[in-house]
């Protein structure tokens, strides 16, 4: 080959090579701007976007990307991870923890975040116009005193320096970094939210976190998060969240057709298997037990129920715990047998509790009433929000196989939680959001001696000791064993009968990748990515 034939040759394989370098930058372009984006299905707007007000699963969701906790807890082996904590240590007491911030952490605003960042999240927490989660701080010193406004801040909580934040507790409490993983302990900033007061995460207000997403756009149909470029973690996979707001069916198979949604949160168990039967592999179903709870609750201060176990065991053997909870959500419950579920406890997943009317009708005998005599109609009460009335009916009718005669009593929700804490209904519909994936948090603040919670009005030293010790308890397999132990003295003394926990149930596109719910529901949106297709559009 001559000089000439070399040089152009030479010159058409440089062609050639960026050429193709060109193409794939095109390429990358162009599945990065596809990439750029994931839409989110939510059955209802959030009220506020602020943690200390989480009410509503979709505000628990909004609020898991927008905002950190110091900590994160792993409810497998009790292991503990920092998230805005760089490290943290308790005394030999267990009563004092120290926490000392990453360095260079922001808001998405650009503003600093400090420990008095903390100090005054946590004391919203503990103010009773803002929020109703004060009851997880209540071991704080100085946060009783601060909820009833006699105190101006929380004593416990003490600013060391910019980074470093002491929590003195009134008692040992080895399970605190569990609690203080809560997405309610989520840190906002001090500046913000003290100028917007009570009005701070509402609507048409500035929202300003450190977490993975920050908020551009709440408008009247969707909300869109975008990529936090100040975020010090693992930067998210993609650049923006939308979550469109709808519980239309129709609307909701329509997006899914024209490709605008990738992920469905708010939906039923029975319309989400229609949707993947019909979307032929395009769709799939993601079901995840979570940490929410149904039980009836007995009030263990007023007759019928009050001094008679036996009559409380007679209602637990007479009912159908998978019955009831295939009847009220389908796939989107999972019976219980116990209190707590395995993912909890780590102990082997029981077949669910059937109704057991011979053993129903002996401990009606054994309670002075058999096959129901001489026992005064019972009144089951219940708050009218969906599903209820159907599952009151239920029981209703199970009851009454062994003789038991049941009113029903529906009110509504502001009506009834007031008059629960009041202690007006004898026999109850009761459920429980956990606040950390611990199971102290079920345990203790449900059934604890004095409890706001304790709506039964359990009073158990035997139980309260164990309490005590579990939280004494440093080494996580042998506070594991004392929770048993307290679900155990539960069980014998039914001041409440488990039926069903939550099934979360998400319908993704085939698209879709990373994702991954905790206990809780909370999706990790930071993992989260679509599968990228690259696109070249040829002119």
Same mark, same amino acid.
């Not at 090579?17 to 372009?29: C, H, K, M």
């Not at 057709?257 to 989400?272: E, N, R």
């Not at 179903?285 to 409380?312: D, H, I």
């Given at each position: 080959?001559?000089?000439?034939? !070399? !040089? *152009?040759?030479?010159?058409?394989?440089?062609?050639?090579?960026?050429?193709?370098?060109?193409?794939?930058?095109?390429?990358?372009?162009?599945?990065?701007?596809?990439?750029?984006?994931?839409?989110?299905?939510?059955?209802?707007?959030?009220?506020?976007?602020?943690?200390?007000? +989480?009410?509503?699963?979709?505000?628990?969701?909004?609020?898991?990307?927008?905002?950190?906790?110091?900590?994160?807890?792993n409810p497998t082996d009790g292991s503990v991870q920092g998230v805005?904590?760089?490290?943290?240590?308790?005394?030999?007491?267990?009563?004092?923890?120290?926490?000392? %911030?990453?360095?260079?952490?922001?808001?998405?605003?650009?503003?600093?975040?400090?420990?008095?960042?903390?100090?005054?999240?946590?004391?919203?927490?503990?103010?009773?116009?803002?929020?109703?989660?004060?009851?997880?701080?209540? @071991?704080?010193?100085?946060?009783?005193?601060?909820?009833?406004?006699?105190?101006?801040?929380?004593?416990?909580?003490?600013?060391?320096?910019?980074?470093?934040?002491?929590?003195?507790?009134?008692?040992?409490?080895?399970?605190?970094?569990?609690?203080?993983?809560?997405?309610? *302990?989520?840190?906002?900033?001090?500046?913000?939210?003290?100028?917007?007061?009570?009005?701070? $995460?509402?609507?048409?207000?500035?929202?300003?976190?450190?977490?993975?997403?920050? *908020?551009? @756009?709440?408008?009247?149909?969707?909300?869109?998060?975008?990529?936090?470029?100040?975020? !010090?973690?693992?930067?998210?996979?993609?650049?923006?969240?939308?979550?469109?707001?709808?519980?239309?069916?129709?609307?909701?198979?329509?997006?899914?057709?024209?490709? /605008?949604i990738d992920i469905l949160t708010g939906v039923t168990p029975q319309?989400? #298997?229609? +949707?993947?039967?019909?979307?032929?592999? !395009?769709?799939?179903?993601?079901?995840?037990?979570?940490?929410?709870?149904?039980?009836l609750g007995f009030n263990l201060e007023e007759a019928p129920f009050?001094?008679?176990?036996?009559?409380?065991?007679?209602?637990?053997?007479?009912?159908?715990?998978?019955?009831?909870?295939?009847?009220?959500?389908?796939?989107?419950?999972?019976?219980?047998?116990?209190?707590?579920?395995?993912?909890?406890?780590? /102990?082997?997943?029981?077949?669910?509790?059937?109704?057991?009317?011979?053993?129903?009708?002996?401990?009606?005998?054994?309670?002075?009433?058999?096959?129901?005599?001489?026992?005064?109609?019972?009144?089951?009460?219940? @708050?009218?929000?969906?599903?209820?009335?159907?599952?009151?009916?239920?029981?209703?009718?199970?009851?009454?196989?062994?003789? +038991?005669?049941?009113?029903?009593?529906?009110?509504?929700?502001?009506?009834?939680? /007031?008059?629960?804490?009041?202690?007006?209904?004898?026999?109850?519909?009761?459920?429980?959001?956990?606040?950390?994936?611990?199971?102290?948090?079920?345990?203790?603040?449900?059934?604890?001696?004095?409890?706001?919670?304790?709506?039964?009005?359990?009073?158990?030293?035997?139980?309260?000791?164990?309490?005590? /010790?579990?939280?004494?308890?440093?080494?996580?397999?042998?506070?594991?064993? +004392?929770?048993?132990?307290?679900?155990?003295?539960?069980? #014998?003394?039914?001041?409440?009968?488990?039926?069903?926990?939550?099934?979360?149930?998400?319908? *993704?596109?085939?698209?879709?990748?990373?994702?991954?719910?905790?206990?809780? $529901?909370?999706?990790?949106?930071?993992? %989260?990515?679509?599968?990228?297709?690259?696109? %070249?559009?040829?002119?």
């Amino acid at each position: 080959m001559d000089l000439c034939k !070399k !040089k *152009l040759s030479y010159q058409l394989g440089c062609c050639l090579a960026a050429a193709a370098i060109l193409i794939l930058a095109v390429l990358s372009v162009s599945a990065a701007n596809e990439e750029s984006s994931l839409t989110i299905q939510i059955a209802q707007f959030p009220h506020f976007l602020d943690p200390a007000r +989480i009410s509503t699963y979709e505000e628990k969701l909004l609020c898991g990307a927008l905002y950190e906790t110091l900590l994160s807890y792993n409810p497998t082996d009790g292991s503990v991870q920092g998230v805005l904590a760089d490290k943290w240590e308790v005394d030999g007491s267990g009563r004092v923890y120290t926490f000392v %911030l990453r360095k260079g952490l922001r808001f998405h605003h650009g503003e600093e975040l400090t420990a008095r960042d903390v100090k005054f999240s946590w004391e919203r927490l503990s103010d009773p116009e803002i929020s109703s989660y004060g009851y997880l701080l209540q @071991n704080v010193r100085g946060a009783k005193e601060y909820s009833e406004g006699k105190s101006s801040d929380i004593k416990g909580l003490r600013v060391i320096n910019d980074r470093t934040l002491q929590v003195k507790l009134l008692e040992t409490d080895y399970t605190f970094p569990a609690l203080v993983s809560s997405p309610v *302990l989520g840190v906002v900033s001090r500046n913000t939210a003290e100028k917007m007061g009570k009005d701070y $995460g509402q609507k048409d207000t500035l929202v300003v976190g450190t977490g993975p997403f920050s *908020l551009s @756009n709440w408008g009247s149909d969707q909300i869109t998060l975008v990529k936090n470029n100040k975020y !010090k973690g693992t930067p998210p996979r993609s650049k923006s969240l939308q979550f469109i707001v709808t519980g239309n069916q129709q609307e909701i198979k329509q997006l899914l057709a024209d490709g /605008k949604i990738d992920i469905l949160t708010g939906v039923t168990p029975q319309f989400a #298997n229609t +949707i993947c039967e019909e979307g032929k592999g !395009k769709v799939i179903s993601v079901k995840k037990p979570v940490l929410s709870f149904y039980f009836l609750g007995f009030n263990l201060e007023e007759a019928p129920f009050g001094q008679n176990v036996e009559l409380r065991r007679a209602v637990d053997q007479a009912l159908d715990n998978e019955k009831l909870a295939l009847s009220l959500l389908g796939d989107g419950s999972k019976p219980l047998n116990g209190l707590l579920p395995p993912e909890l406890l780590r /102990k082997k997943d029981k077949k669910a509790k059937y109704a057991d009317r011979k053993t129903a009708l002996n401990c009606l005998a054994a309670s002075g009433h058999p096959f129901g005599s001489r026992l005064s109609p019972l009144t089951l009460a219940y @708050n009218n929000s969906s599903g209820h009335e159907t599952l009151a009916r239920l029981v209703r009718e199970e009851l009454g196989r062994v003789g +038991i005669v049941l009113a029903l009593q529906q009110r509504p929700w502001d009506e009834y939680k /007031k008059e629960l804490a009041k202690g007006r209904y004898p026999f109850f519909r009761l459920g429980w959001e956990a606040d950390y994936p611990e199971a102290g948090n079920i345990l203790y603040y449900n059934f604890a001696g004095g409890e706001k919670h304790n709506f039964t009005r359990y009073s158990c030293p035997e139980f309260d000791s164990l309490m005590e /010790k579990a939280r004494c308890e440093q080494n996580f397999q042998q506070r594991q064993e +004392i929770y048993c132990q307290a679900e155990k003295v539960l069980l #014998n003394d039914l001041p409440v009968v488990p039926l069903f926990q939550r099934v979360a149930v998400f319908v *993704l596109t085939d698209r879709v990748e990373g994702f991954n719910i905790d206990l809780l $529901g909370m999706i990790d949106f930071k993992g %989260l990515d679509k599968d990228k297709e690259m696109v %070249l559009s040829a002119k």
